[in-house]
């Protein structure tokens, strides 16, 4: 089953109080599982992958044989796609992290979406953020 990952981190300040968001679609378009939670004190773009790694994880709960990720942080599909080196060594873990998810999971795909069209994602990241 294949299944498409929406992913959205959110961080208030760099690196300050941060949240992921990530939302699992069928091939309709429905969504089957949402990600809403709060991480810690991170980076945006530490967020970002944690987002991305706990969307496929859930994914892959969900019995997804093949996974397509979207996401509107160009930085992490660049990354993922070998267009970017990943320099930060804060985020290499994670890239390796994501990567091996994503190799679990079967055939996969990464993606660049406006933001306008990863707004679910990024709605989830922000509700945790904002929630006491």
């Known amino acids: 089953m294949r299944l498409t990952v929406f992913a959205d981190g959110a961080s208030r300040g760099n690196p300050g109080p941060a949240a992921i968001g990530a939302s699992v679609r069928d091939d309709d378009g429905n969504e089957l599982s949402a990600v809403s939670e709060r991480i810690g004190v991170a980076t945006n773009n530490q967020a970002e992958y944690r987002a991305a790694i706990a969307g496929v994880r859930r994914a892959r709960e969900l019995g997804a044989t093949a996974i397509d990720l979207r996401m509107d942080s160009e930085l992490v599909v660049r990354q993922l796609s070998g267009r970017y080196r990943v320099k930060n060594p804060g985020l290499r873990p994670l890239f390796e992290s994501l990567l091996s998810e994503l190799d679990s999971a079967g055939p996969y795909s990464v993606g660049h979406v406006p933001r306008a069209r990863n707004a679910r994602a990024d709605a ?9």
Do not use: P, S
């Open 124 to 132: 989830l990241a922000n509700a945790a953020l904002d929630a006491r």
